[in-house]
């Protein structure tokens, strides 16, 4: 599986942006999915996840109630709104695929496949 990410860039506190991650080489339907990220000088940690259905959701504390993850299988995409901002969201954001539902996973061992990761900056 190929996971490419976009979506992310430069935005002032309080703002929004919507990641995406596009899945490539093989059905997407049979996978969960879940975006981490990394800020500098932190260790990579889980933001959100979503069961390969759809039907599930996790949302990290620091997230919940501003970001939304959801995905169109149909499409192979997974994406992330982001909303209300912060300047401490500023990190790498990655997407992963977990082959192994149903159960959500947030731990990045978990996770069998990887997109390359874009940058999200939050200013102040």
């Known amino acids: 599986v190929q996971l490419q990410a976009s979506g992310g860039g430069l935005v002032q506190a309080g703002g929004s942006l919507r990641l995406s991650c596009v899945a490539s080489g093989r059905t997407m339907s049979t996978l969960n999915m879940g975006w981490f990220r990394q800020a500098p000088g932190k260790e990579r940690e889980i933001v959100a996840a979503i069961s390969w259905s759809g039907d599930n959701a996790y949302y990290v504390d620091f997230v919940k109630g501003r970001f939304t993850i959801s995905r169109d299988n149909a499409k192979r995409t997974v994406n992330l709104q982001m909303n209300s901002l912060k300047p401490e969201d500023t990190a790498v954001y990655y997407c992963?695929?977990?082959?192994?539902?149903?159960?959500?996973?947030?731990?990045?061992?978990?996770?069998?496949?990887w997109g390359q990761g874009t940058q999200v900056t939050v200013s102040s």
């Open positions: 992963a695929a977990d082959r192994r539902p149903p159960s959500i996973k947030t731990m990045e061992y978990d996770y069998n496949y």
